[in-house]
């Protein structure tokens, strides 16, 4: 078994020396602020990606056709849906320049275009006001925004697996995940203030640009503190060694095709596929569709099964702290396997006493954001040490966002369907067999089967 590298790279010598001269003049590597840079824009990704979901109701009317509030409403979720699908095409064009042009610059731009995005929507003019091009103008952001956030987690994942330190790689997986916990929980504050200030009258009359404008102000906030991280030594000596500074214009760099490479890796692709699809699908189970499940099931009204999500989300960023620690002492796959085997075997008979009023619903949505909180700590920094540096971002980014495009993106129309048709109950069933499928998985690889510095 291939042990882990500190990070800590020889003195360059011949075609290296040029890669490590051309980054003296980059900020001294500060493994905190690198942390911050990496955090900061999974708050961002998560805000973004949440606020225009709950804003929906609200400006659906302004800036969607259609001949009822419903069918206006489903045009706009559909926007959302759209932005599902490009995830994996974002995964491959920005993961690729993430991996041929820099940590720092794949990570500046997915964060720039996310803000972008969202200070774009917050000034598209409506529906009324220039016709059919609003609804396209929003739909097209949604896309670029789409694109970016695919490639927003695997570059972070590239980048604290070589910049975090040795030791603590995975406590600084389980922080930078924790923002995506962070910005879900920030959009619904945002959400919460502009309906007290305004009312919901006022949010429907146009206050919920402010919402976009927020998320906009936020994502420059995160960009200035990026473009000020130091660039990963892992990249800048994998670079040197091919012989590429790496500031270089992608027209003159002739980086090798990363195909062949994954291609040869395809078990370990498989691998964080699976994994992605369990606790995706155990995310959007107990964080989207739980208070609608509970309600169907009898077990709780929309609004007490929210108030208990509330304290599952301290317990899932309680687990993934302490599953971080865990991993950096005794493995990743110990601590991923036993929050898989939890969701497993625990998740139909909880969710069953559940129904039945035998355990209270903030109990059982504590214990199951817990258990899904191991597997979320380690699973960013596990995956990017599955791949070898030069594809690492692709990798990594290809069969997450094609899990979460799968198993995410279609988790609230399946939950919908199955409940319309008679069958609440079997809901359970699916993110219990994902993450059964997940734990097996595990077993394909080994800890550690690639070194995180190039030259091992």
Same mark, same amino acid.
């Given at each position: 078994m291939t042990s882990i590298e500190t990070g800590r790279q020889p003195k360059a010598t011949g075609p290296a020396a040029g890669a490590v001269a051309?980054?003296?003049?980059?900020?001294?590597r500060r493994p905190r602020r690198e942390l911050a840079a990496a955090t900061v824009g999974s708050v961002v990704e998560a805000y973004d990606w949440t606020i225009y979901g709950i804003l929906a109701p609200y400006f659906a009317e302004a800036l969607f056709p259609g001949t009822s509030p419903t069918a206006k409403l489903i045009a706009a979720y559909l926007g959302f849906a759209l932005g599902f699908l490009v995830r994996p095409l974002g995964s491959v064009l920005i993961g690729r320049l993430t991996d041929t042009r820099g940590r720092r610059y794949g990570l500046t731009l997915t964060v720039g275009l996310i803000a972008a995005g969202s200070l774009f929507l917050a000034v598209v003019p409506g529906y009324?006001?220039?016709g059919l091009a609003a609804p396209l103008l929003v739909v097209g952001a949604r896309l670029v925004q789409g694109l970016s956030v695919g490639a927003e987690n695997p570059s972070v994942a590239a980048y604290v697996t070589e910049t975090a330190p040795a030791g603590r790689r995975y406590f600084y997986s389980a922080v930078s995940y924790g923002g995506v916990v962070l910005g879900s929980a920030l959009s619904f504050i945002v959400m919460n203030v502009l +309906?007290?200030?305004f009312g919901e009258s006022g949010v429907e009359d146009g206050a919920? #640009?402010?919402?976009?404008?927020?998320? *906009?102000?936020?994502?420059?906030?995160?960009?200035?503190? #990026?473009?000020?991280a130091a660039e990963s030594g892992v990249f800048t000596a994998a670079a040197g060694k091919?012989?590429?500074?790496?500031?270089?214009?992608?027209?003159d760099r002739k980086a090798p095709s990363p195909w062949p490479v994954l291609r040869a890796h395809l078990g370990r692709l498989a691998v964080v596929f699976a994994i992605t699809s369990g606790a995706t699908t155990a995310f959007y189970f107990v964080t989207v569709d739980f208070p609608s499940y509970a309600e169907s099931a009898g077990a709780a009204t929309k609004e007490e099964t929210s108030a208990a999500l509330l304290l599952g989300m301290v317990a899932l960023l309680a687990a993934m702290l302490g599953g971080g620690?865990?991993?950096?002492?005794?493995g990743a796959l110990p601590v991923l #396997? +036993?929050?898989?085997?939890?969701?497993?075997?625990?998740?139909?008979?909880?969710? +069953?006493?559940?129904?039945? *009023?035998?355990?209270?619903?903030?109990?059982?949505?504590?214990?199951?954001?817990?258990?899904?909180?191991?597997?979320?700590?380690?699973?960013?920094?596990?995956?990017?040490?599955?791949?070898?540096p030069a594809v690492r971002a692709v990798a990594v980014g290809l069969p997450t966002a094609a899990a979460i495009?799968?198993?995410?993106?279609?988790?609230?129309?399946?939950?919908?369907?199955?409940?319309?048709?008679?069958?609440?109950?079997?809901l359970p069933w699916w993110p219990a067999l994902t993450a059964a499928a997940a734990l097996a998985a595990s077993w394909g690889v080994r800890e550690h089967p690639e070194s995180v510095t190039p030259h091992a």
């Open positions: 051309a980054t003296a003049a980059a900020p001294a009324a006001s220039i +309906l007290g200030v919920w #640009r402010y919402g976009f404008v927020f998320g *906009g102000l936020l994502g420059l906030t995160a960009l200035w503190i #990026r473009r000020g091919a012989g590429q500074a790496p500031e270089a214009k992608a027209a620690k865990a991993a950096d002492r005794f #396997r +036993l929050g898989f085997a939890g969701l497993a075997l625990g998740s139909v008979p909880l969710l +069953l006493a559940m129904n039945s *009023g035998r355990i209270p619903v903030p109990v059982v949505t504590v214990v199951l954001l817990f258990l899904l909180g191991l597997p979320l700590a380690v699973s960013n920094v596990f995956a990017g040490q599955l791949f070898p495009s799968l198993f995410g993106g279609t988790f609230p129309m399946l939950a919908e369907l199955l409940r319309s048709a008679g069958h609440n109950a079997w």
